[in-house]
């Protein structure tokens, strides 16, 4: 990975600035090192096996996305749900069509199977019904008074590999529904009359609910808060600094508009104040921070013009 990142720029570098000069040498050097980078990338997905595991997240997140686009018809979903021990349920949707279990596998083979089906599809096949079966089981136990006799569907979702359109839909298979990924919404549309109320929908939902709060506050009382995500990280240590920057730039422009010192240095103390307000709220501490170094920059920058002007 190393050689890829580093060693591949590091030899080529070299040759590019003795062939090249200009605009031209620094445009492939960059091309370079960004490529370097991205090849260690590949290779760390490539032979560390996270290449199947990326694919099954994508999958469910899709599958999540098609669930939350029926929120206006009255359905409500909710994702890696855990009602016994560690194992959890992919998708639990609740809507006025009943309520359903629902597991996301992404395969790379056509689907369904042939006849007679491939050894290792069949095998695979029936893990999934016995996972869904007793994720049917555990909701249905664990979930028995809410659910008031409402029987839970269990519902397997079916992401083949992009390309040519597959030639079905949705089936039954050993009493699970099996429906293809991209058609999961139109599927759930096709099931007819309501069979919940929305009152009991909402009931079911509350139970879900207060379960999902439980596990969460076990889970950081035994393991301490999640750790942060990338999107989380790149959020707060780059994006929300970043806004605060180009805000206070934005404000600078529009001070510098006027010809008033006064009016300058009264938006200048105000910047300052606010910035320093606005660190105190701890959601607003990111921002506030960038738009603070935008403070001291500029007037860094204006302290050295001063001292250069002087000299």
Do not use: C
Request: without cysteine.
């Amino acid at each position: 990975m190393l050689g890829s990142a580093i060693g591949l720029p590091a030899l080529l570098t070299p040759l590019t600035i003795l062939q090249y000069s200009g605009p031209a040498r620094w445009f492939l050097i960059g091309i370079t090192w960004a490529s370097g980078l991205w090849l260690a990338v590949l290779f760390t997905v490539l032979f560390s096996g996270a290449a199947r595991l990326i694919m099954a997240i994508e999958s469910e997140e899709r599958t999540a996305e098609a669930l939350r686009q029926l929120r206006r018809k009255g359905w409500r979903s909710v994702s890696g749900l855990r009602v016994r021990g560690d194992a959890d349920i992919d998708h639990i949707a609740v809507g006025p069509a009943g309520v359903f279990v629902l597991e996301t596998k992404s395969v790379s083979e056509p689907w369904p199977l042939q006849t007679p089906p491939k050894p290792f599809l069949a095998e695979r096949v029936q893990q999934w019904h016995a996972q869904i079966n007793a994720s049917q089981r555990a909701l249905t136990h664990h979930f028995k008074r809410a659910l008031e006799h409402a029987p839970v569907r269990p519902v397997l979702v079916i992401w083949p590999p992009d390309g040519p359109e597959e030639a079905w839909d949705w089936f039954d298979h050993q009493g699970v529904t099996v429906v293809r990924g991209a058609v999961l919404s139109r599927w759930l549309k096709t099931l007819g009359g309501p069979r919940l109320t929305p009152e009991h929908v909402r009931r079911i939902w509350l139970a879900l609910e207060r379960h999902a709060r439980s596990r969460d506050a076990k889970d950081e009382e035994r393991l301490g808060p999640p750790a942060p995500t990338l999107v989380d990280l790149s959020r707060r240590f780059l994006v929300e600094p970043y806004l605060g920057f180009t805000s206070f730039l934005y404000l600078v422009g529009v001070a510098m508009w006027s010809d008033r010192v006064p009016l300058v240095i009264a938006a200048f103390l105000v910047a300052l104040v606010g910035g320093l307000a606005l660190r105190r709220r701890r959601r607003l501490r990111p921002a506030a921070t960038g738009w603070l170094t935008g403070w001291a920059t500029f007037m860094a920058l204006g302290a050295i013009h001063i001292a250069s002007n002087l000299i």
